[in-house]
């Protein structure tokens, strides 16, 4: 089935540079000019994906984030000129799962969105894991699945994103294992970490809080100047 990405961009020239480079990647692609455009769309149809800006009128993209993240969990890949680590950090712990900073090479951007969609519709887990036969981790009241993508606390939905997810599994199909940050980015992110790189370290925030929220104890150690870890 093709997979459907829906562009956020006041700037229609950027906006019709991305839809071209998408398109020849054999995705289906819709644009949106501003944040209540983009609710309309959503409200539409089904996309698999969104590539969202984050200055825009009408409604910013971060309150198109939020407002995203509040109806599921689609994966969202944030295009902003804004470079201060704040911005980022701000845009990812409302919910999206890259960032990309403008001016941006097409060709990454579209590395980006080919690696967001691969580990929300078709993750593999990583080598390393110690996965169970019928394809679920059970750690207490707490059931992952790898065949479904989704986690359950006592037969109640988690809601994560595929980000989350992926460090998740990463961390429970290894217990006991310790991960630093640059492990985990190069497994679940598939790229090249650098050292001021802290985009994990906002990911696992918002996982331990969601996880803490629905199980109402810590899951996710941290072994301070190591790692973080999950103890069978």
């Not at 109806?71 to 919910?95: C, F, Q, R, Y």
Request: charged letters at 30%.
């Amino acid at each position: 089935m093709t997979k459907s990405v829906l562009i956020v961009d006041d700037d229609r020239e950027i906006a019709g540079l991305i839809d071209i480079y998408l398109r020849n990647e054999g995705l289906d692609t819709t644009k949106a000019y501003d944040g209540e455009e983009a609710l309309e769309k959503l409200a539409e149809r089904e996309f698999h994906l969104v590539v969202l800006d984050v200055m825009m009128p009408k409604m910013d993209g971060i309150e198109l984030c939020r407002r995203i993240r509040e109806a599921g969990n689609i994966p969202i890949l944030m295009v902003s000129a804004k470079a201060e680590h704040m911005d980022k950090i701000l845009g990812l712990m409302t919910g999206a799962d890259d960032y990309v900073v403008k001016p941006f090479n097409p060709l990454e951007l579209v590395v980006r969105v080919k690696t967001l969609m691969r580990r929300a519709y078709q993750y593999a887990p990583p080598a390393t894991g110690g996965s169970k036969e019928d394809g679920l981790i059970k750690i207490g009241e707490l059931t992952i699945s790898k065949l479904t993508h989704t986690a359950e606390a006592d037969g109640r939905p988690i809601h994560l994103t595929s980000t989350e997810f992926g460090i998740l599994y990463l961390l429970a199909s290894n217990p006991g294992r310790v991960f630093n940050a640059e492990d985990i980015f190069q497994q679940v992110w598939k790229e090249k970490y650098f050292e001021s790189n802290n985009t994990v370290m906002v990911h696992i925030s918002k996982l331990r809080e969601k996880l803490e929220q629905e199980l109402g104890r810590k899951l996710i150690t941290t072994v301070w100047g190591v790692g973080y870890k999950i103890e069978s």
